[in-house]
């Protein structure tokens, strides 16, 4: 039976900001923990949204790619979509206005939140993180000129999170959200958007279930500045 | 099948560090993820002990109590205990060498462990938190003044985790352990040891399966100060 209550995270962010980039679980096992999330994949190779069990690479040529089972991600979170959970019809409202509206309507400040938004956005405007090469830079750097990408009157899917700030640094705290559209050749993460009419549907999640990759020596000699992470995380993901 | 790779955690240091004291999850409940783990009782009612299934109450008198299976726990963390895990034999030893010994010889840093220590101590010294009263302080007014107890050549078991820094405020960072005697008449968190003759086994946890209370209104509600959080559990915990 699917567990509709966990968030399922594969490595933490806190490793990318220390340019840990590299791919240490592959999709086809990710996907054995949930049918929608987000994340990156090898190399920080573009922005990845999953979606009804199909992991979507969107990457820096603006370029869509269903991604091979054996692709092997750095980082993602995931979890299985209660397709049966309360949906709220929204209409006229910008990025900011409903995470706003959704923290506070929700209380989500504590807890692990799954939030998916399906509709037609007047405006949505992502980015994407660009290939690296080793040796791998820091985040920071990694991030510093990302494609940008904007469409109009478009029709797809947000998925993303909503984390605790208690986990900034496994995570992103707050909101984290990526997008695909319905023709699957256009998203990333999002930047800002105006949603013009959609379905939005939050889902509670009491665990999160956080796998590290024991195995791989870069992660395992990483030293990690932790005085800084959320700092770099803040400038890199936002 | 039992899981060995995982730690289970309900609630979250944090949580005690704003006063959330209230127990949140049945004794039964949190069993039914690990044999072995440390936490404490509602209302921070001493330090709870898990050996072999058996979750012991050390309380501030000094008393050691088996808990009964509907006792409601606001924090701990729990695994299964890997019989078959290599031990390694120590002799002479006190708390801090073994520390050190330990997060060295297994570059324990950036990964989740768990540490179980058996033998004979020439020299054993605890504390145990007092029950606090509602309104709940602040775990670091709660924690101000707490009775420590000391035993000469006892034989008993340490039960803890190492956990990464990165983790820290949902959990310890670093290692955290309790002790409990054969007898099952002495125990509580350690301040300090000198270790006569034992084995010391370690394993190495690839997940904290993070659980929240998220249907606990104080807990939904709390505004914690997670500026603070990590030098408040170093101050209440160390």
Redesign the interface.
């Known amino acids: 039976m699917k567990d509709l209550t ?1 968030v399922y995270q594969h490595g ?1 962010l ?1 490793m990318l900001v220390a340019g840990l980039f590299e791919g240490t679980m592959p999709l086809s096992e990710l996907l054995t923990h949930g049918d929608s999330g987000i994340g990156t994949a090898d190399s920080l190779d573009g922005e990845l949204v999953i979606v009804d069990g199909k992991a979507y690479q969107v990457r820096e040529s603006g370029e869509v790619v269903e991604m091979t089972p054996d692709t092997k991600i750095p980082f993602a979170s995931v979890h299985y979509d209660d397709v049966d959970a309360e949906q709220t019809h929204i209409e006229n409202m910008n990025d900011r206005q409903l995470q706003e509206r959704l923290i506070k309507d929700h ?1 989500m ?4 939140y799954a939030i998916k938004i399906t509709g037609t956005f007047s405006h949505m405007h992502t980015r994407v993180v660009p290939r690296q090469e080793k040796p791998y830079p820091k985040l920071t750097v990694a991030t510093k000129v990302q494609p940008e990408f904007e469409q109009d009157q478009v029709h797809g899917t947000i998925v993303g999170y909503f984390m605790p ?6 995570a992103v705290g707050g909101i984290h959200w990526h997008f695909i559209n319905d023709a699957r050749d256009f998203g990333g993460h999002i930047l800002d958007f105006q949603l013009a009419s959609g379905d939005v549907s939050v889902q ?1 999640l ?7 990759p ?1 195995n791989n020596t870069p ?6 500045n ?1 005085q800084q ?1 959320g700092d770099e995380i803040n400038e890199a993901e936002h």
Request: net charge negative; glycine share 4%; hydrophobic share 55%.
């Open positions: 966990t933490t806190a209380n400040f504590n807890v692990f700030y208690l986990f900034l640094g496994a509670v009491e665990n999160l279930n956080q796998h590290l024991v992660f395992r000699d990483a030293q990690m932790l992470v």
